[in-house]
């Protein structure tokens, strides 16, 4: 194997262990704080495509997607607009809706309409 395999395979090793540490330790952070509600409004809606991933999906190009969904609340308590990843499809959200939602550190836990 050449230097260059050998720079490749420990720089790609290095990125691989990297993103598993930050996963990681973001879940033992989110699992660490209280579950906490907020009422909030929704204000937008969005999907990102992902091209890998166990849920992917084959598009009208034969490309692969697992679309990430967000929606962007707004607070009321404390006028603050925030970009939540959601780990469902936005139907059962509309632009306008308002209600309770419940986080536990930044993972989305409940949306409950009022």
Known sequence: MSIYGIIFFMF???VVSALIIYGLV???KNNAQ???SHEVQVLAKRKDPVLFGKNAIVGRNGVKT???HYITLGFF???ETREI??????DNFTVGD???LKMQGTRF????KT
């Open 85 to 90: 990843e959601i780990p469902f499809d936005l």
């Open 98 to 100: 308002r209600g309770i």
């Open 109 to 112: 836990v409940s949306f409950k």
């Open 34 to 36: 209280p579950v906490e």
């Open 66 to 68: 697992n679309p990430k």
């Open 77 to 79: 308590s404390s006028n």
């Open 26 to 28: 973001r879940e033992v």
């Open 12 to 14: 790609f090793a290095v």
